[in-house]
T-cell receptor, first 110, second 113 residues
Framework: AQRVTQPEKLLSVFKGAPVELKCNYSYSGSPELFWYVQYSRQRLQLLLR??SRESIKGFTADLNKGETSFHLKKPFAQEEDSAMYYC????????????FGKGTLLTVNP | NAGVTQTPKFQVLKTGQSMTLQCAQDMNHEYMSWYRQDPGMGLRLIHYSVGAGITDQGEVPNGYNVSRSTTEDFPLRLLSAAPSQTSVYFCASSKPGLAYEQYFGPGTRLTVT
């Protein structure tokens, strides 16, 4: 079974402060991990995936297989980063299903 | 491209009523799925389809039916609505081989009284 845990329902930081949204997963094979974001009144959309090792909107996430984690980080939070963030896991092979965590609502205060 | 469209945007049902939530995509995506989003529960997969004529159950399929007669459409049916089905429902689609990059619809907010 595959499971994604996001331990924080709510996270509040001030503008310019570093932010880290935690994600831990459980999966017996080689997982693919992703972060999705839902801004207010917008659709849920893919933010980044671990395979690409890219930085999107200043966010990065590193897959740590030893700690089974895929935390999302940004060194200097901006007010426009306020949104709901979901960590998601896709099993290997032809498994199309994405398993989402329960989400973390990030609020960046001015 | 309209992307993924869902109708209606809002719906109120009485317990026991039936209805169909519509989902359509114009991107020729083979993979489509339905999720429900509840506070504190995140997104949970209801049903999904890997192509026309092929559907399968997700994490929370009870009380819902789906069919996939065309690539474009993937309706979700509630046969006998219950208050526990009050939720926001999202439809998503993706290309084969890129199932992780799901394109989501705007959602349908359903209230069952």
């Amino acid at each position: 079974a595959q499971r994604v845990t996001q331990p924080e329902k709510l996270l509040s930081v001030f503008k310019g402060a570093p932010v880290e949204l935690k994600c831990n997963y459980s999966y017996s094979g080689s997982p693919e991990l992703f972060w999705y974001v839902q801004y207010s009144r917008q659709r849920l959309q893919l933010l980044l995936r671990h395979i690409s090792r890219e930085s999107i909107k200043g966010f990065t996430a590193d897959l740590n297989k030893g700690e089974t984690s895929f935390h999302l980080k940004k060194p200097f939070a901006q007010e426009e980063d306020s949104a709901m963030y979901y960590c998601a896991l896709k099993g290997g092979g032809s498994n199309y299903k994405l398993t989402f965590g329960k989400g973390t609502l990030l609020t960046v205060n001015p | 491209n309209a992307g993924v469209t869902q109708t209606p945007k809002f719906q109120v049902l009485k317990t026991g009523q039936s209805m169909t939530l519509q989902c359509a995509q114009d991107m020729n995506h083979e993979y489509m799925s339905w999720y429900r989003q509840d506070p504190g529960m995140g997104l949970r997969l209801i049903h999904y389809s890997v192509g026309a004529g092929i559907t399968d159950q997700g994490e929370v399929p009870n009380g819902y039916n789906v069919s996939r007669s065309t690539t474009e459409d993937f309706p979700l049916r509630l046969l006998s609505a219950a208050p526990s089905q009050t939720s926001v429902y999202f439809c998503a689609s993706s290309k084969p081989g890129l199932a992780y990059e799901q394109y989501f619809g705007p959602g349908t907010r359903l209230t069952v009284t």
